[in-house]
């Protein structure tokens, strides 16, 4: 299944950030809602600025119409206000995006452990993002980096416990 665009998407002054402060407000929030569900719908996680940028998701090239750099890095510093977007350098260019923060993704491992019996079992971190048993689970073929945010979330709550077996990494769930 395609991506569903908003009717903003395709409306040419929502590429641009308005100067009104209650209109920029509510277009900055539907730009907020609309990178969460377009990165939750392509499963990204991690991503570059000036990509981003050139991508649909900031270029309508059917309306001939992209947001400026600037006003990108105002989105996502938005974003990152809400908690949904950490940046990974210094010089602002790749960031972490939080679809679903690290804690919500712990929730949902721990959910499908408990559905299927496998408290006090010991997975690699390979296994629950790209093993056979997480297929067609949610966070089947998550980014390493959340996993472990949510693993360490899960391990605050004594739910798991990460842990290093021979070079790799792993995690009991209790």
Request: proline letters at 3%; aromatic letters at 12%; glycine letters at 4%.
């Amino acid at each position: 299944m395609g991506f569903e665009w908003p009717w903003q998407y395709n409306f040419p002054p929502f590429f641009t950030l308005q100067p009104n402060v209650d209109t920029r407000q509510k277009q900055l929030s539907a730009w907020s809602s609309l990178v969460l569900s377009y990165c939750r719908q392509n499963k990204l996680y991690t991503m570059n600025l000036m990509e981003i940028q050139e991508s649909p998701l900031f270029n309508n090239k059917k309306i001939q119409r992209k947001l400026s750099l600037e006003s990108v890095q105002v989105v996502l510093e938005e974003l990152r206000k809400k908690g949904n977007l950490e940046w990974i350098d210094k010089n602002k260019s790749r960031f972490l995006i939080m679809w679903r923060r690290p804690d919500e993704w712990g929730k949902v491992i721990y959910q499908w452990v408990s559905k299927n019996g496998m408290t006090n079992s010991v997975f690699t971190l390979y296994e629950l993002i790209s093993g056979d048993d997480t297929e067609g689970e949610e966070f089947h073929g998550l980014d390493e980096a959340m996993l472990l945010r949510s693993l360490e979330a899960l391990q605050q709550e004594h739910k798991a416990e990460i842990i290093t077996l021979n070079e790799s990494r792993g995690v009991k769930f209790f």
